[in-house]
């Protein structure tokens, strides 16, 4: 059961900017979240990266700066971003999933895409 309500206007926005056109073809849907979220987020920004512990279930909160897209390779079952600590440098580059992803200074295009991938999650779609 999905866990928020269905929002038609960004049920809209998904089906006809997102997924148009995939045929209900898991790779090509993959494909259209990336080019959706390459073209839409405008990096770099600032975000809390939520994740839970290995060791127990608490949720450690890190601040990291989005440096842009994962490879499209490595979305094909959900989508990455690259990310670096703010006093990291370029060796220190990793990926996180975007459901992870909590975006603090990102102008409102890249909030609502964000949004758009987490509302997609929640509603429990998939590719």
């Known amino acids: 059961m999905p866990s928020v309500e269905r929002d038609e206007k960004r049920e809209h926005r998904i089906e006809t900017e997102i997924i148009v056109d995939t045929d209900n073809d898991k790779e090509e849907r993959a494909m259209g979240w990336y080019y959706y979220l390459d073209d839409t987020l405008n990096v770099p920004f600032m975000a809390k990266w939520k994740k839970k512990s290995r060791k127990s279930s608490e949720v450690e909160e890190k601040?990291?700066?989005?440096?842009?897209?994962?490879?499209?390779?490595?979305?094909?079952?959900?989508?990455?971003?690259?990310?670096?600590?703010?006093?990291?440098?370029?060796?220190?580059?990793?990926?996180?999933?975007?459901?992870?992803?909590?975006?603090?200074?990102?102008?409102?295009?890249?909030?609502?895409?964000?949004a758009d991938w987490h509302y997609w999650l929640a509603r429990g779609y998939k590719f």
């Open 63 to 114: 601040q990291v700066e989005v440096l842009g897209m994962a490879p499209d390779d490595e979305c094909l079952k959900d989508m990455y971003l690259e990310v670096v600590y703010p006093e990291g440098n370029d060796e220190d580059v990793f990926s996180v999933k975007l459901s992870e992803l909590e975006a603090i200074d990102a102008d409102s295009e890249t909030q609502e895409a964000i």
